[in-house]
């Protein structure tokens, strides 16, 4: 009996070659915005000790509750190396700023070289239900800048983040939405006022809330802010505003960070909903939106970290940063039929060969594959028939390759030292010197 076949992992996907078009454009204009404004690529592990998501994203989180993949460290007790020692286990990365800050402080980069601009493209792992939208390893971009606490670089970073979009084919209607969370001692004032104000709504046991803002009461107050249950929102009018008990310093920042982003043409609206319930954000939060595609329209968020490193062992230095994340991002794209089938044009020619090599014989093949490497040596895409197949049958695999010129050996049996190359581009057959073939075809294309 046949065995059952198997199956990608629930949560993941296989991209073909034709997938993989979208995912290439993606990536590449990731890295251009972000070259762009002087970002540097880095590449961190995709696993990390379990103990650093904990210690970022809090041991009570829903991320590191229910939805982090984890293994247990092998090695018996005792014969780890010491920077092992204290880790149980190791966790494949939910998202990358812990990474990225995590190497920042081990790189010594706060003594030697503080101001830091970072990016970086790479997959993640959430073990969370999939549902439209989320997989259990998805892509990310994200930006992180450290060293500065100026408001011209919470501009920046927010530019890069609607300049991926506008790049990608978004329209006008991108919106930048702008919060603040003031600071460590702001919050906490808002916080007993919050509660204060919420704690009615809790006093009974009627559910006059959702059980994740029941949950969230007790655990982070702020989470309610943006829980996005129509009940809930309507609960939340007359809240407290962190604006009334926030410092000058703060509020200044606040305002200068809404005139940088005017200064480069990006408008913001203020949103009180953007909230981050971390102890280390400061400050600077906001979301990039798309109304056009309605209840989805939040593309990407971000915000000001200025306690992170600090967290992370190292002296307290100032960070801002944002995440990308490409699944959602390809659902928008294709909800609004983007990106033009000309953006994708160089890429879909890359794909294709230059060069269809024809085998007019038997006799032929090993002579014709012996040049097919000369050709791809010189740095052409050259394709080989590998299935024995006539004359005809390769011409009619050639014409739908899309290869430009064609090319077949001259007489190989008498020991051929010419080649009949064909450019599509006017159909004309010309003999050339075997020796001479590739200089030929190079010429051509340029």
Excluded at 147 to 170: H, M, N
Aim: hydrophobic fraction near 40%; glycine fraction near 8%; proline fraction near 5%.
């Amino acid at each position: 009996m046949a065995s059952e076949p198997f199956r990608n992992a629930r949560g993941t996907r296989d991209l073909f070659p034709d997938d993989l078009l979208l995912i290439h454009h993606l990536e590449r204009t990731a890295v251009a915005v972000a070259r762009a404004a002087s970002y540097q690529e880095i590449r961190t592990p995709l696993f990390e000790e379990t103990r650093l998501f904990q210690r970022y994203l809090g041991e009570a989180s829903d991320v590191v509750e229910k939805e982090m993949f984890t293994v247990p460290r092998r090695l018996a007790e005792g014969s780890a190396a010491p920077s092992e020692q204290q880790s149980s286990s190791f966790t494949f990365r939910p998202e990358g700023t812990a990474s990225v800050a995590r190497a920042y402080v081990q790189g010594g980069f706060a003594k030697r070289a503080p101001l830091q601009k970072w990016f970086y493209v790479g997959p993640m792992f959430r073990y969370e239900r999939p549902q439209k939208g989320r997989e259990r390893q998805f892509t990310q971009f994200g930006v992180e800048a450290f060293g500065a606490q100026s408001p011209t670089l919470d501009a920046e970073v927010i530019a890069i983040a609607v300049e991926f979009f506008k790049r990608l084919g978004f329209g006008a209607e991108l919106e930048v939405r702008l919060n603040s969370m003031g600071d460590p001692s702001d919050r906490e004032l808002w916080r007993v006022a919050l509660r204060s104000f919420f704690a009615p709504q809790f006093a009974t046991d009627a559910a006059v809330r959702c059980a994740d803002c029941r949950d969230r009461f007790e655990r982070n107050i702020l989470r309610l802010l943006d829980c996005k249950v129509a009940q809930c929102q309507e609960l939340n009018v007359g809240a407290p505003d962190l604006f009334e008990l926030m410092n000058a310093e703060a509020t200044a920042h606040h305002q200068q960070v809404g005139a940088a982003l005017l200064a480069l043409g990006f408008p913001a609206i203020e949103d009180r909903s953007i909230v981050r319930g971390l102890d280390y954000y400061t400050r600077t939060v906001f979301e990039v939106h798309y109304p056009p595609l309605g209840a989805r329209s939040a593309l990407c968020g971000g915000g000001r970290y200025d306690g992170l490193v600090a967290e992370m062992g190292g002296k307290p230095t100032p960070g801002v940063g944002f995440s990308i994340g490409f699944t959602p991002t390809e659902l928008a794209l294709k909800e609004l039929h983007l990106p033009a089938a000309a953006d994708l044009q160089d890429l879909v020619s890359a794909q294709a060969p230059q060069v269809y090599a024809i085998a007019g014989s038997e006799q032929d093949r090993l002579p014709l594959l012996a040049l097919t490497e000369q050709l791809r040596r010189s740095g052409l895409r050259c394709e080989f028939d590998h299935r024995g197949k006539s004359p005809n049958a390769q011409m009619k695999e050639a014409l739908k390759s899309g290869a430009r010129f064609f090319l077949t050996l001259d007489s190989a049996a008498s020991g051929a030292t010419s080649v009949s190359l064909r450019d599509q581009n006017d159909n004309q057959p010309r003999t050339i010197a075997v020796a001479a073939a590739a200089a030929a075809i190079h010429a051509a294309l340029a």
